[in-house]
């Protein structure tokens, strides 16, 4: 019976497995709940910034338009990639590295300067096997972020990019389409697109902001208050970028540990089959033989 011991052992050692994968889906799960909801909330207030931004924008013309609009000057660029301290999310970090790879080597293809800031101490594990050397680390905003450190964090890359030590600040991270589904995407950060970020809309929705708009009185004055709002729009923007990694990072591992306990119970269905089948075995080993003993004392 020693072989049924083994298979005891390691049935009781998947059983742990197991649950230990169903309590981090769990936490995983609810992280992830948390992490949508606050990006729920905070679309109503991008929103609002965007439509003002935009309005002012056109008022005041592409000759007044702010400087962390307009394209930096030299051929240094930032990249930060953000990933993730922890694994267990399956090929979360792996194609967040891939795809800041990629990045990089195209922007030197373009003939610049390229930095890396890394953001996850499993991205830097990664990156350190490859060639490419990393500038700048901070690992410790993912360990209890917050919208305070997004927001210092905005205004350290405000700063250099108005400074005019990067031209451009581009950012490598995940953006989930639902929970299990990722999109792993490179946002120009730094200058704004404005294309992107202030899509125009429609001509009734337009005068009917401009109409709005033009009701109140501003002071001191629409350039002054578009200077004031915009590195603040900019804020949200890496704040919602933020949530939208943690999000991704936590449906990755939801998945991840809900294809490990389906594994596992797999597993322990196996390993039970087995055991199962060596008991019948050892069962039947005794039957024959008591039976031949039998046989063998009633012939003599």
Not at 73 to 100: D, H, P, R
């Amino acid at each position: 019976m020693g072989s049924s011991k083994e298979f005891r052992t390691r049935i009781a050692t998947v059983k742990t497995l197991q649950q230990v994968s169903g309590a981090m889906r769990m936490v995983a799960s609810s992280k992830l709940y948390k992490n949508q909801r606050l990006i729920k909330d905070l679309k109503p207030f991008e929103k609002e910034l965007q439509n003002i931004i935009r309005h002012f924008q056109l008022t005041l013309g592409t000759s007044r338009k702010s400087h962390l609009m307009q394209e930096g000057k030299g051929k240094k660029v930032l990249i930060v990639a953000i990933a993730s301290n922890n694994g267990k999310c399956g090929a979360y970090n792996q194609m967040i590295v891939s795809k800041t790879m990629e990045h990089y080597h195209f922007l030197e293809s373009k003939g610049l300067e390229v930095n890396l800031m890394v953001i996850g101490r499993k991205a830097d594990e990664l990156l350190a096997k490859t060639n490419i050397s990393i500038q700048m680390r901070n690992h410790e905003i993912l360990e209890n972020f917050t919208f305070l450190a997004s927001n210092q964090l905005a205004e350290y890359f405000i700063e250099k990019f108005t400074e005019g030590e990067f031209c451009r600040i581009d950012i490598v991270y995940s953006y989930p389409k639902n929970a299990v589904i990722h999109d792993f995407v490179v946002k120009r950060f730094l200058p704004l697109d404005y294309a992107q970020e202030f899509a125009p809309i429609s001509p009734i929705n337009y005068q009917n902001d401009s109409e709005s708009f033009d009701k109140v009185i501003l002071e001191p004055g629409e350039e002054e208050i578009s200077d004031y709002l915009i590195p603040k729009f900019i804020k949200s923007i890496l704040y919602s970028v933020f949530l939208n990694a943690l999000a991704s990072e936590n449906g990755a591992r939801m998945a991840a540990m809900q294809k490990a306990s389906d594994n596992a119970m797999e597993l322990f269905k196996a390993l039970s089959l087995k055991l199962n089948r060596e008991r019948q075995a050892f069962i039947t080993r005794e039957i024959v033989e008591i039976v031949s003993g039998a046989e063998s004392m009633g012939s003599s």
